[in-house]
């Protein structure tokens, strides 16, 4: 199946750790293809995030990491900020459509 | 700075077709594909297509496929995605951004409102 699946939302208090998964299948993530993270604030178009499952690019806090194993991604914020109230996609290559495949994004909400 | 700057906003008919430009500054545009992406109101990314902006070879979403055409024009360093048969489910933000293979930048997105 070829779908990226992330929770609808996520919450937390400002300090507090949250995470946000990304489940794909063996099409995609499975197939060793690299998980990408954007974040959309309100009104904004998508930035990158995270990049190649792990890499941050530059001018992106240290509070954003991101993992990748088997046919799953994961995007952590540590020390949440109002300011990082956004939605949040995930996205891979997928060999069964031979496209770009997105998740259907998270919102995280400071509490 | 690389820049991906887009054309402005689209009222359109049901039936009609849309054309929307990307510029691309600050960056070899032949050397990186341009993918395109749509977003509809309140929902979430969706792939459309992509074109290598050096050889123009595209790739379509089967969603898109014989809807949609990706072009170039290299000396304007300018990409292009036309929409045709256009219906209210079209109605969103389409987005270019540049593949590095991450999507990096985003163009600003241009409104695309479909409506009698």
């Known amino acids: 199946q070829s779908v990226l699946t992330q929770p609808p939302s996520v919450s937390g208090a400002p300090g507090q750790r949250v995470t946000i998964s990304c489940t794909g299948s063996s099409s995609n993530i499975g197939a060793g293809h690299d998980v990408h993270w954007y974040q959309q604030l309100p009104g904004t178009a998508p930035t990158l995030l995270i990049y190649a499952n792990n890499y941050r690019p530059s001018g992106v806090p240290d509070r954003f990491s991101g993992s990748k194993s088997g046919t799953s991604a994961s995007l952590a914020i540590t020390g949440l900020q109002a300011e990082d109230e956004a939605d949040y996609y995930c996205?891979?290559?997928?060999?069964?459509?031979?496209?770009?495949?997105f998740g259907g994004g998270t919102k995280v909400t400071v509490l | 700075q690389v820049q991906l700057v887009q054309s402005g906003v689209e009222v359109k008919k049901p039936g009609a077709s849309v054309k929307v430009s990307c510029k691309a500054s600050?960056?070899?545009?032949?050397?990186?594909?341009m993918h395109w992406v749509r977003q509809a109101p309140g929902q979430g990314l969706e792939w459309m297509g992509w074109i290598n902006a050096g050889n123009g070879n595209t790739k379509y979403s089967q969603k898109f496929q014989g809807r949609i055409t990706i072009s170039r024009d290299t000396t304007a360093s300018t990409a292009y995605m036309e929409l045709s048969s256009l219906r209210s489910e079209d109605t969103g933000i389409y987005y270019c951004?540049?593949?590095?293979?991450?999507?990096?930048?985003w163009g600003q997105g241009t409104l695309v409102t479909v409506s009698s």
């Open positions: 600050g960056y070899t545009f032949t050397s990186y594909d």
């Open positions: 951004a540049r593949h590095l293979p991450e999507l990096d930048p």
């Open positions: 996205q891979s290559y997928d060999n069964s459509l031979s496209g770009v495949l």
